[in-house]
């Protein structure tokens, strides 16, 4: 069964760092695409990022480009999204998602991110 | 990078059938086979219901069925049952290995 855990969300003052796990099991996880996808409260999902299966290809929506940065660990089975100079607009359930061919096939279930003084 | 256009709200009775549709343009949903549709209850992970256009994964009912004409996609789910009551996005791949998702649909079964 596919499983992807994220962890590491939380209260965050503007201008502040967060980094973003995704442990995943039950598939080989070198071998496929990741995603990063955001919700803000009460609103619709947001594609913010991609990689590639072995980490040498990334991909940023506009709206974060040059303050986040997605990374993975073959090794340990876990995917990264490290956040700098957050900013109130980036508060959000972020949800780790396996890719295949084009497509997000399997969600986890999220972790919130809330960026407030 | 601008949102895939989805009606915010459909609904329908039990037994009816309901259609939901996804626009884009001549650079995603018209360039690409690649559209997939999402299914959301509230509190939960989102979850794929069709890929590649008009393909089901295994374990989705045969209720649910997609199709595309040029820039537009859409979800068709016929026999409208309570638990169809969510909330359904469309994505599609827009090239340079990225996604778009719609604004979003609430669905009511009334």
């Known amino acids: 069964e596919v499983q992807l855990v994220e962890s590491g969300g939380g209260l965050v003052q503007p201008g502040g760092s967060l980094r973003l796990s995704c442990a995943a099991s039950?598939?080989?996880?070198?071998?496929?695409?990741m995603h990063w996808v955001r919700q803000a409260p009460g609103k619709g999902l947001v594609w913010v990022s991609r990689i590639n299966s072995d980490g040498s290809s990334t991909s940023y929506a506009d709206s974060v480009k040059g303050r986040f940065t997605i990374s993975r660990d073959n090794a340990k089975n876990t995917l990264y999204l490290q956040m700098n100079s957050l900013r109130a607009e980036d508060t959000a359930v972020y949800y780790c998602?396996?890719?295949?061919?084009?497509?997000?096939?399997?969600w986890g279930q999220g972790t919130l991110v809330t960026v407030s003084s | 990078q601008s949102a895939l256009t989805q009606p915010a709200s459909v609904s329908g009775s039990p037994g009816q059938s309901i259609t939901i549709s996804c626009t884009g343009t001549?650079?995603?949903?018209?360039?690409?086979?690649?559209v997939s549709w999402y299914q959301q209850h509230p509190g939960k992970a989102p979850k794929l219901m069709i890929y590649?256009?008009?393909k089901r994964p295994s374990g989705v009912s045969n209720r649910f069925s997609g199709s595309k004409s040029g820039n537009t996609a859409s979800l068709t789910i016929s026999g409208l049952q309570a638990e169809d009551e969510a909330d359904y996005y469309c994505s599609s791949y827009t090239g340079s290995s990225t996604l778009v998702f719609g604004g979003g649909t609430k669905l009511t079964v009334l």
């Open positions: 998602a396996r890719g295949q061919s084009n497509r997000i096939d399997y």
């Open positions: 001549s650079s995603d949903v018209g360039a690409y086979n690649y």
């Open positions: 039950g598939f080989t996880f070198s071998s496929y695409w």
């Open positions: 590649d256009v008009s």
